[in-house]
Structure formats: C-alpha cells, structure tokens
C-alpha cells in the first residue's frame, strides 16, 4: 500500500520530508501552516502521518507513537515511496525520528543514497521532566548536515542545558529568543510567534536549498 502524503508548493522545487510530533498529526495548525510558510520560500514540503496517528484518524482514540523502529521503516518507506533526493526533518518526535534515520546513511542503501540532510524544528533532547535521559548518542558525530531550530526555553532542551552537552560541531543552530517547544515566545519577551514561525522557516528553506545544491 502506497504511504499517503500532502504536499505543498511545486513538485519540480527541492523536496523537504517533514514528519510531526509525538501528539498531533501531519494536519495540526504548526504542521500545516510551518509547511505552508517553507513552501512559499521555493520548498516542496511533503507531510505524513505516522501508522499510530493514521489509526487515530480512523477511531479517534488517542495512542503513543509505535516504538522507534517502526517509525523508522515507516519514515524509510515513504523516502523510498518519493524516490527522489530530499532533505528529512520533522517536528519534535519527527525529527528525532528523522535524524536517526540520517545516522543510517552509512550503510548506503537505496533509501540512505537520497538523504542530503535534515532540519528538526523543537527537537526532543529529553523527555519532559527527565533532563538526564538524553537523546543525544546519534548527534556526536554527524554523517550528512543537520540544522536544529530551537526555543530558548524549550522544555525538552533549552539553551542553557543544550550549551551543556557534546554534540557535533558541524551542527547548524537557529535559536529563537523565549520560544517554547512549539517556538511560541511569551508576550512580555518582545517577539511574536509569527515572527518565530517565519524566522524558522526561513531557515530550514535555506538549508534545504543550500544542502540540495
């Protein structure tokens, strides 16, 4: 069965796989509308729904994401599925997932030949309210270029803690003064999320453009 997909901006522009968070599926207001603001920047955006979420769909019942290497074949089968060169990412959980995908990209295979890089919007460095289980192994020692656009607050890995940890100096970094894991500044910081939205995709449009050639 073919992976369903939405796509937005023109097919013939570099491809960017973005795959959503943990909690709200290929269709929530930041999916849609980050998709939405890199496609007008020249981006062919492309989103999924992981299996758990296309169930929920169906019945409405809320369920956790399958274990990670489920969300890794299914990531594989919609890459393969495209068969085209592309920059993979995602929100929180969907870059997570992306990233490690990228790890693989050693092994040079039909679907690792296509990853140029990936760009993860929040992404996930601990659980929340367990700053000492890093997910971070996977980010010390960079296969294919990496752009992590982050809140200064973000609950699951503010500055202050990322500035703590051993991660690849090739990392690119976009931080957004007081945005919280959906980007979204307080009122009383001087910035909107609107400004924060656009700042980030902005910046995910030029990696993909820079890492696509």
């Known amino acids: 069965m073919n992976k369903k997909y939405t796509e937005n901006g023109d097919p013939l522009d570099p491809l960017f796989i973005f795959a959503h968070g943990a909690g709200a599926g290929s269709d929530s207001e930041f999916m849609q509308a980050m998709a939405e603001l890199i496609a007008a920047q020249g981006i062919f955006v492309v989103r999924f729904d992981f299996p758990y979420m296309e169930q929920r769909a169906i019945d409405g019942k ?96 503010n500055k202050d803690e990322v500035d703590g940890y051993t991660l690849d100096d090739s990392l690119q970094w976009v931080w957004l003064e007081d945005g919280d894991h959906d980007l979204k500044p307080r009122k009383k910081s001087g910035y909107s999320h609107e400004q924060h939205m656009q700042q980030a995709a902005a910046a995910v449009a030029a990696f993909v453009r820079s890492v696509m050639g």
């Open 62 to 157: 809320r369920r956790p994401p399958q274990r990670m290497p489920a969300l890794l074949d299914d990531y594989r089968a919609l890459i393969r599925q495209l068969g085209r060169p592309c920059v993979i990412g995602g929100k929180s959980m969907g870059g997570r997932v992306a990233s490690l995908l990228m790890q693989e990209a050693g092994e040079q295979d039909e679907v690792a030949s296509l990853i140029r890089g990936c760009a993860c919007l929040g992404y996930p460095f601990h659980p929340p309210g367990k700053p000492e289980s890093l997910r971070t192994d996977h980010l010390q020692q960079l296969q294919h270029p990496l752009l992590i656009v982050q809140g200064t607050r973000d609950a699951l890995g």
